[in-house]
Nanobody, 124 residues
Framework: QVRLAESGGGTVQAGGSLRLSCAAS????????LGWFRRAPGKEREFVAA????????YYGDSVKGRFTISRDNAKNTLYLQMNSLKPEDTAVYYC?????????????????WGQGTQVTVSS
């Protein structure tokens, strides 16, 4: 059974940092694009970042550019999201997802597998 499990969420003050991890099990995703999405209270799920299979190409949502960094370790089948300079508007449940293929996309329908999410709360 394929499973994506996020960890690393929590509560942090504005300006602080958190590092999210997403461990995959049940299959490897070394050939797939992986991504992070988030859903803030009362809002639609939003694209955060994506990374291609090699880790050499990345794509970020406008609201997180320059503050968040996505990376992956294929040997560990793990995806990461380093979040710096956090703002209260970054408060959301963060989801990792595995793309159906290798394209770098921000569309939810291109992602086949999803984790359960981890809560990130940024206090002002």
């Amino acid at each position: 059974q394929v499973r994506l499990a996020e960890s690393g969420g929590g509560t942090v003050q504005a300006g602080g940092s958190l590092r999210l991890s997403c461990a995959a099990s049940g299959r490897t995703f070394s050939s797939n694009t992986l991504g992070w999405f988030r859903r803030a209270p009362g809002k639609e799920r939003e694209f955060v970042a994506a990374v291609t299979w090699s880790g050499s190409n990345t794509y970020y949502g406008d609201s997180v550019k320059g503050r968040f960094t996505i990376s992956r370790d294929n040997a560990k089948n793990t995806l990461y999201l380093q979040m710096n300079s956090l703002k209260p508007e970054d408060t959301a449940v963060y989801y990792c997802a595995a793309n159906n293929g290798y394209q770098l996309t921000s569309k939810e329908y291109d992602y086949m597998y999803w984790g359960q999410g981890t809560q990130v709360t940024v206090s002002s």
